[in-house]
């Protein structure tokens, strides 16, 4: 055939195989997107993650005041800054289900922050929570150098930590603020209950797409 038969314009004068051609290339271009915006987020984590782990194991292995500070503020610092990032560049993530629930947790841990930094006696509940950021390193350094022991380690301590640790936090924080000013309680024992519903949610995910990831919007996922 030739070129003109190959790519002639249909009857109502619209030539489908160009534009075909150039909804691929937009696919494509927006995969490229999003992955490279991913890889630089991952790259962030690579950096970031690794001390807030060391900092939430020194704080539960010695607790000081010090110490709680410094993981409490460095938490804070964090999440904000990532927070921005996924407001200004939010096809670092794979769909807007994806960027809108991690931004309502970030939102939720400056809550949380915010509670312990402003009632110095609960700075060690930033310890309790945060070493779940065990998991996250686990998955950042599998994502940075595909070795297999951290993406087990990934999947046993999301199963440990965000589905049985993080529950069993809300009985905890529950015991020690009962009693106490209400507003308190149900900014630390609330945002606590949201943290839980969101890892469950995230779990869901996991679980309905067939273990392989959820695809949302087209992408592969990636966090």
Not at 63 to 79: D, E, F, G, R
Not at 118 to 123: A, F
Not at 176 to 197: C, K
Request: positive net charge.
């Amino acid at each position: 055939a030739s070129f003109g038969s190959r790519y002639r314009a249909g009857s109502d004068g619209v030539n489908r195989p160009f534009l075909c051609a150039m909804a691929g290339a937009d696919d494509d271009a927006d995969i490229i997107r999003r992955k490279t915006a991913g890889a630089r987020h991952d790259r962030f984590n690579v950096v970031c993650i690794p001390p807030l782990v060391i900092l939430s194991l020194w704080s539960l292995a010695r607790p000081s005041q010090i110490v709680h500070y410094a993981l409490s503020w460095s938490v804070l610092v964090y999440v904000v800054m990532d927070t921005v990032y996924h407001l200004i560049v939010p096809h670092c993530q794979p769909g807007p289900v994806r960027t809108t629930t991690i931004v309502l947790h970030h939102i939720i841990v400056v809550l949380l922050a915010y509670h312990v930094l402003s009632e110095p006696k609960h700075l060690h509940f930033t310890a309790w929570a945060t070493v779940v950021e065990v998991n996250t390193l686990c998955q950042v350094m599998f994502k940075a150098f595909k070795v297999k022991i951290f993406q087990i380690g990934f999947l046993a301590s999301w199963f440990v930590l965000r589905l049985i640790w993080y529950p069993y936090l809300i009985y905890m924080f529950h015991t020690v603020l009962v009693g106490e000013d209400s507003r308190a309680y149900w900014q630390v024992v609330g945002s606590q209950t949201i943290l839980v519903f969101l890892n469950f949610f995230w779990t869901a995910e996991f679980l309905l797409s067939g273990g392989k990831g959820k695809k949302d919007s087209g992408k592969d996922k990636t966090t």
